[in-house]
């Protein structure tokens, strides 16, 4: 077998097809094939991000709904300002009940204390001092919501054993006028 020109050339042909191939039809796809892969990569990273927010978004919606609930209780424990009368009664209640005297009751100017009403309170009691501590207790698990801001406690010159309380008892309330706008 004789190896001559044409065998050459035809040699040269057959090896070029693969090669020319290669070059004009493989290199170009791979090339948009690695940007395919860069794009689906790109993608999934943005999905990735994407249910990431999805699921902070959920638990924000969470965090919001349970702030939403804490607000309604803060609220339920406000009264309007016609529940007033009853809270006072209730905190005369629970002084007779400790065995305090009835209480010296002086209502002052509602302050207007952000979103919500403060009713302060002159109260001037007397009783001994148990009496006096289990009023505390009792006004503190009181369903609404008071403070007192002053205390002043000083000895009974008529009694031994027994003392004069002096302070003010701050009621916060919510106007029926606020109420509706809150909602």
Partial sequence: MR?????FLLL???????VSSWWLVFRPQNREIGLARQEIGHKRSMLAKLREETAR????????ERMREGISDIEARLPNNKEIDSVVRQVSNIAVESGLGAPALKSEKPLS???YWEQPMQIKMTGDFKGFYDFLLKLEQMPRITRVPDLKLLRSDKEDGH????????IYFQDDASRGSAR
């Fill in 3 to 7: 190896f001559g020109f044409r065998e």
């Fill in 12 to 18: 040269l042909i057959l090896m070029a097809v693969p």
């Fill in 57 to 64: 978004s959920v638990d924000l919606r969470q965090a919001n």
């Fill in 113 to 115: 204390a952000a979103l």
């Fill in 163 to 170: 003392l004069v309380s002096e302070f003010t008892l701050s």
